[in-house]
């Protein structure tokens, strides 16, 4: 190759050889913690009001008439900085909190605001919950067990109610959109409405029977249900009238996305086809694989595979 002598000429060194890393890797700082007063400005006026809605009404009916407030049987959203490695230990220290997903308190130097999905089963829970915080806040012992709940008071950005928005996810509703766009008010189409998961048989049961017993409200009828505890996994298909999918498009609070029951609402899964190139189908052949034609890897996401054979089956 000739080479260009307007051009100046680089040189390459080659680069030292460095010992590879063993051992631990450094661990990711600890966010810095937010102060009680610092705290107690942010979301003190938000647990004063469950508070005083608990005084009013100790059973929490009450606060079930508000999309948007902190109730009984209801999934929060506790949105940190930075991972909190025991707090689900301190969860199952609080009498009946369920922990819905673990996975997500596990922050890293991608992910410095992890979520946990927490399900208030019942006012006794509220009642724990508000206890801890109050003691928090006037610098009091929070008690043995309960001390990680002291790194989520001091590095908390945010607590919420799972809504229509987390239930329908924008690709989701985008598809479930144009699906029925040209699709007539009298016709229909089967969606995958999973379920808050419950460990208890007997809770969820009565929580499917609740939204089969919604979507037949909505014109509705159920397709086929399932559910597999080993990975935490609770679904139906449910066949609904355009008028109904519209709605979920809009994540109406007041339709089946505004369940709390709910955990997300999809598009039914389908089989999709493999093109094969043109050539190689005219010729009757498929390409071999690499090597001496023994597979090197398998990847299997083993929630997708456990849900599709679940409905397949049915």
């Not at 508000?130 to 610098?139: A, P």
């Not at 519209?246 to 899964?269: F, K, N, Y």
Request: hydrophobic share 40%; aromatic share 6%.
């Amino acid at each position: 190759m000739v080479g260009d002598p307007t051009k100046p000429l680089l040189r390459l060194q080659p680069g030292n050889q460095e010992a590879r890393p063993t051992g631990r890797q450094q661990a990711i700082p600890r966010p810095a913690p937010f102060s009680p007063a610092t705290q107690n400005a942010a979301f003190g006026r938000r647990f004063r009001r469950l508070e005083q809605a608990l005084a009013r009404d100790p059973s929490g009916l009450t606060l079930r008439t508000d999309p948007s407030a902190l109730a009984p049987e209801r999934l929060l959203v506790f949105e940190v900085r930075g991972a909190i490695a025991n707090f689900a230990t301190a969860i199952r220290r609080v009498p009946g909190l369920e922990l819905i997903d673990e996975e997500e308190l596990e922050g890293d130097d991608k992910d410095k605001s992890p979520e946990a999905y927490l399900l208030v089963p019942d006012t006794v829970a509220l009642h724990n919950i508000l206890s801890l915080w109050k003691r928090w806040t006037t610098g009091q012992e929070l008690g043995t067990g309960f001390a990680p709940w002291r790194d989520v008071f001091a590095t908390l950005r945010e607590i919420r109610v799972w809504g229509p928005s987390d239930r329908v996810q924008e690709g989701d509703r985008e598809i479930l959109a144009e699906e029925i766009e040209l699709m007539g008010e009298d016709q229909s189409l089967v969606i995958e409405i999973e379920l808050v998961f419950r460990a208890s048989e007997v809770l969820a049961a009565e929580t499917e029977r609740a939204v089969i017993g919604e979507i037949a409200a909505a014109g509705g009828a159920l397709v086929s249900r399932c559910r597999i505890p080993d990975i935490a996994y609770h679904a139906i298909l449910a066949r609904l009238p355009v008028t109904a999918i519209r709605h979920i498009a809009e994540r109406s609070p007041t339709g089946i996305s505004g369940l709390d029951a709910v955990m997300h609402i999809r598009p039914q899964s389908v089989a999709l086809s493999v093109e094969v190139d043109d050539t190689v189908e005219q010729a009757g052949l498929i390409p071999p694989p690499p090597g001496n034609g023994e597979p090197i890897l398998a990847i299997l996401d083993e929630f997708l595979f456990q849900s599709i054979r679940c409905f397949v089956a049915d």
